[in-house]
């Protein structure tokens, strides 16, 4: 089984699936390819679930096979005596060519699988989940020396690697504390943005449609997550997707129309890590998002029209339900308590 949940075929030189999906993987690559390329290669690969799977073990392949060192040069006698052009899979080339070399060809590939297998697991990093309950914060310390402080009904998805450290926040908030190491990116996916730093200190809150980013020491780059096309050929439809520097004291907001400019950060980003959840100029939908993950009943707002209004302030999140109460004398709410939740709408 491959790891995107259907079997690989035996014979991937010989299925259609993978034998597209290398035309394409080869024709992305050039520099020269056109936006009709592109959302051709999109509706193929839209076409069948085996489409996609068969690309992205085609992607991993490639990945492997970057990481193996070029054989020596071949001398020109060797090259002329080479009579294979590439119309049939080489190992049928070799049972018709080649017979008394069965044996020798067989024993080679074995030992070309094995240390091609051995390369692929050597470049899969290890990987560890973390995660918090409603209203349980958490400290973790990589190998790296990295610390993450995770946020009430937050998990993580740590990766380290010899070249790289990948996190993705699947929900929640944290904060990352980064040990410097400029030969390993500290890469941290949310949603549709992607954080990279080296050493630096920066915390990521992940809503339902959106992550903002907020940087306390140092500065980071986030960029777009592309979603399978190329950066340039979304740029053309929407022009918000593109990096964006943070320094020290900025923040910006990353979601599906792409990445706003940087902001000045005006509510503290780890107020939560003390008890407090600091709000500027937010959405109420968003901001009971940040509520709810240190709340024993959720708040859910009746309409969107409640959702839409502007807080400014702070919650104490022991005290919850005395905020509850502001918001109803503020905005003229009514709370309602039920068994299981707590309905927020308008008298």
């Known amino acids: 089984m491959t ?5 690989l075929p035996t014979e991937i030189d010989r299925d259609p699936a993978h034998l597209a999906a290398a035309d394409w993987l080869v024709r992305l690559q050039s520099t020269e390819v056109s936006i009709e390329d592109t959302l051709a290669w999109q ?3 839209n076409a069948d679930p085996t489409h996609a799977q068969a690309f992205a073990r085609m992607e991993e392949i490639s990945q492997v096979l970057r990481s193996v060192p070029a054989p ?3 001398s020109a006698r060797r090259v002329a005596r080479d009579r ?3 119309s049939v899979p080489i190992k049928d080339w070799n049972r018709r060519h080649a017979p008394g070399r069965r044996t020798a060809i067989a024993l080679a590939a074995s030992i070309a699988a094995l ?3 051995a390369a692929f697991w050597k470049t899969l990093p290890a990987s560890n989940s973390f995660a918090t309950a409603i209203g349980e914060t958490r400290n973790v310390t990589l190998s790296d020396g990295s610390t993450i402080a995770l946020g009430g009904d937050t998990q993580i998805e740590v990766a380290l690697s010899e070249k790289e450290r990948d996190i993705e926040l699947t929900k929640g908030e944290a904060m990352f504390t980064v040990a410097k190491d400029a030969t390993r990116p500290f890469k941290v996916r949310a949603g549709d943005a992607t954080v990279v730093a080296v050493g630096t200190a920066f915390n990521v809150e992940r809503d339902s449609d959106r992550s903002v980013v907020s940087v306390t020491e140092g500065r980071v780059v986030v960029e777009p997550v592309t979603h399978f096309l190329p950066v340039f050929v979304l740029q053309e439809f929407k022009p918000k997707l593109r990096s964006v520097r943070l320094n020290k004291g900025q923040q910006t907001t990353a979601g599906s129309a792409g990445i706003e400019e940087p902001t000045k950060m005006e509510a503290p980003a780890i107020g939560w890590q003390i008890g407090q959840l600091a709000f500027h100029l937010q959405p109420l939908r968003y901001v ?5 993950r240190y709340a024993h009943k959720p708040i859910v707002l009746e309409n969107d029209h409640v959702g839409a209004l ?4 702070t919650v104490e999140r022991e005290n919850i339900s005395g905020w ?3 918001l109803e004398r503020a905005f003229d709410l009514q709370a309602t308590e039920e068994a299981d939740q707590i309905i927020l709408r308008e008298r």
Do not use: F, Q
Not at 3 to 7: E, Y
Not at 310 to 313: A, F, K, M, Q, S
């Open 3 to 7: 790891d995107h949940g259907a079997p």
């Open 43 to 45: 509706a193929w690969l």
């Open 72 to 74: 020596s040069a071949l």
């Open 84 to 86: 294979y052009d590439a």
């Open 115 to 117: 240390a091609l297998t």
């Open 288 to 292: 009971l998002e940040d509520v709810n």
């Open 310 to 313: 502007v807080i400014t302030g």
């Open 324 to 326: 509850v109460k502001s």
